[in-house]
C-alpha cells in the first residue's frame, strides 16, 4: 500500500496542517490541468473548435445536461459549483492512473471535503430558501400516520450519513482498483504467469479509466440529488 502514502515533498517524516506534499502537487496538478483545459482551450472559441475546446464544450454540456434534468431549471444558478466539482474530480481520477502518480481521490481525507463541502452547502441552503419548511424532508406526508416518526427518524439518520457514502464511494472505488492492479504487477515478476499477470493488468487498467469516469459523474448526479431536495424539500 505504499503507493496511497502521504509524503512531504521536501524530505523529512513530519506531515503537518501545512506541509506540502505529494497530495498537495497531484491536487494543485489537477487544479491547473482544467484551467488549461476550460480556460486556456477555450480562449480561442472557434467556429471550428480545436480538440481542447471541443472537450471542454462536451463537458459543459454534460454537465449542464445533468444538472437540469436531474435538480431542474432553478438549480441551473449553481452550475458552476458542480461544473468544478466534476471537473476537479474526474481530472484527479484520471492523473492517478498515471504512472508514478498519486491518486489523490484515493484517500479519505479529499474524498471527505468534497463530500462535506456538498452536505454543508445543501443544507445551508435548504433552510435559508425554505426555513423550517425544510423539514418536511424528513416527515412522510403520504405515509401512514403511525409510521411518519419512524420514517423521520430514519430519513434524519440517512441524511447525515450522505456525506459518509458520498466520500466512501468515491474513494473506496479508486483505492480498490489502484490495489488490485498492484497486485498482479506482483505476480509479473514470476515469469511463469508473467504472461497472464500483464493481461490482467490490462483489463483492471482499461476498467480503471471507465471507472474514474463513472465515479466523478456519480459523484456529481448525488450532489445534483441533494441540491434539488434543497431546492424542493417537499416529498
Request: aromatic letters at 12%; charged letters at 10%.
Amino acid at each position: 500500500m505504499d503507493q496511497f502514502k502521504v509524503e512531504p515533498l521536501f524530505g523529512g517524516d513530519h506531515v503537518g496542517m501545512l506541509t506540502p506534499t505529494n497530495v498537495t502537487l497531484w491536487m494543485a496538478l489537477a487544479v491547473l490541468a482544467v484551467t488549461l483545459l476550460l480556460v486556456v482551450g477555450t480562449r480561442g472559441r472557434a467556429i471550428i473548435p480545436s480538440r481542447a475546446q471541443s472537450v471542454a464544450e462536451l463537458a459543459y454540456g454534460f454537465v449542464y445536461k445533468m444538472v437540469e434534468d436531474v435538480a431542474g431549471k432553478d438549480a441551473i444558478r449553481f452550475f458552476p459549483y458542480i461544473m468544478t466539482l466534476f471537473m476537479f474530480i474526474v481530472t484527479a481520477n484520471f492523473l492517478g492512473l498515471l504512472p508514478m502518480s498519486f491518486a489523490t481521490t484515493s484517500h479519505i481525507a479529499v474524498t471527505a471535503v468534497l463530500a462535506m463541502a456538498v452536505f454543508l452547502t445543501v443544507t445551508i441552503l435548504g433552510f435559508v430558501l425554505n426555513g423550517t419548511k425544510f423539514l418536511g424532508l424528513f416527515w412522510v406526508s403520504s405515509a401512514p400516520l403511525a409510521l411518519r416518526p419512524i420514517l423521520a427518524v430514519i430519513e434524519l439518520i440517512s441524511y447525515f450519513v450522505r456525506p459518509v457514502s458520498h466520500s466512501i464511494r468515491l474513494a473506496g472505488n479508486i483505492m480498490a482498483g489502484h490495489a488490485v492492479i498492484k497486485v498482479f504487477a506482483g505476480f509479473a515478476a514470476i515469469a511463469t504467469i508473467a504472461p497472464v499477470s500483464i493481461l490482467a493488468i490490462t483489463a483492471v487498467y482499461g476498467l480503471e479509466v471507465l471507472v474514474a469516469f463513472i465515479q466523478a459523474y456519480v459523484f456529481t448526479i448525488l450532489t445534483c440529488v441533494y441540491l434539488k431536495d434543497a431546492l424542493h424539500p417537499s416529498h
